[in-house]
C-alpha cells in the first residue's frame, strides 16, 4: 500500500514554484544519464535523458544539469504542478543495458 | 495501447509456491529487462535479454528464471517462493543500448 517510500527524501513545494532534485551519482565512467518520474500505482516514466558530452539539456518544462566534476545530477522543474507529484529517480548507465538507479525523491506540490 | 504491459497486476500467494509473471511489449524492441523494487522504493535490475539472448544476470537467486519465448516477451518464473520476494516487479523494454528504457506498470507480489 501507500506506506511504502516514507523514508524517501521529500520535497515540498508550492504549485507555481520551480522544483530542484538532486541527485550523486557513482561511476565516473557513466556516459549516459536518465530521469524518470513515477507516480502511485504505476510504472517509471521517462522525462529527460543527457548523455555525458553535454552539461545541460531542456525539455518542456524540465532541465537537466550534468556535472561531472562532482558527479551530480539535478533534475529542475518549471512552474510546478500538482501533476508532478510523484517520486522521481536518476539512474546512470554503468554498462551495457544496465542503469543503475537512485534512491529516489518524492516530490510534493501543493495548491 | 499499452507499450509494455504485465499480468497480473497483483499476485497474492504463499511460501513455497512457484509463480510466473507475464510481459509483453508492443514497440518492437530488442532488448527487455526484469526490476524489483522494494518497500523502500528501491529499484534494482534482475535481467536484461537481447533478441532472446541473456544479457545481464545480476546475481538473482536461481529460483527466478526468466524466458523469452520471443523478443516481444519476457517472463519470469519464481520458484519456491519466499518472503522476502514480496516486492513490486517491473517489466521494461528498449530499442537498444541507447534508447531510454520503457516501463510496465508493475506486479506487485505479496507472499503469505
Known amino acids: 500500500g501507500e506506506s511504502v517510500g516514507l523514508h524517501l527524501p521529500t520535497l515540498s513545494v508550492q504549485e507555481g514554484d520551480n522544483s530542484i532534485i538532486n541527485c550523486a551519482y557513482s561511476n565516473s565512467a557513466s556516459d549516459y544519464f536518465i530521469w524518470y518520474k513515477q507516480e502511485s500505482g504505476k510504472g517509471p516514466q521517462f522525462i529527460i535523458d543527457?548523455?555525458?558530452?553535454?552539461d545541460k539539456r531542456q525539455g518542456q518544462r524540465v532541465t537537466v544539469l550534468l556535472n561531472k566534476t562532482v558527479k551530480h545530477l539535478s533534475l529542475q522543474i518549471a512552474a510546478t504542478q500538482p501533476g508532478d507529484s510523484a517520486v522521481y529517480f536518476c539512474?546512470?548507465?554503468?554498462?551495457?543495458?544496465?542503469?543503475?538507479f537512485g534512491t529516489g525523491t518524492r516530490l510534493l506540490v501543493s495548491p | 495501447d499499452t507499450a509494455v504491459s504485465q499480468t497480473p497486476k497483483y499476485l497474492v500467494t504463499q511460501m513455497g509456491n512457484d509463480k510466473s509473471i507475464k510481459c509483453e511489449q508492443n514497440l518492437g524492441h530488442d532488448t527487455m529487462y526484469w526490476y524489483k523494487q522494494d518497500s523502500k522504493k528501491f529499484l534494482k535490475i534482475m535481467f536484461s535479454y537481447n533478441n532472446k539472448e541473456l544479457i545481464i544476470n545480476e546475481t538473482v537467486p536461481n529460483r527466478f528464471s526468466p524466458k523469452s519465448p520471443d523478443k516481444a516477451h519476457l517472463n519470469l518464473h519464481i520458484n519456491s517462493l519466499e518472503l522476502g520476494d514480496s516486492a513490486v516487479y517491473f517489466c521494461?523494454?528498449?530499442?537498444?543500448?541507447?534508447?531510454?528504457?520503457?516501463f510496465g506498470d508493475g506486479t506487485r507480489l505479496s507472499i503469505l
Open positions: 543527457i548523455r555525458s558530452n553535454m
Open positions: 521494461a523494454s528498449s530499442q537498444d543500448n541507447i534508447q531510454p528504457q520503457h
Open positions: 539512474a546512470e548507465r554503468t554498462g551495457f543495458q544496465k542503469l543503475v
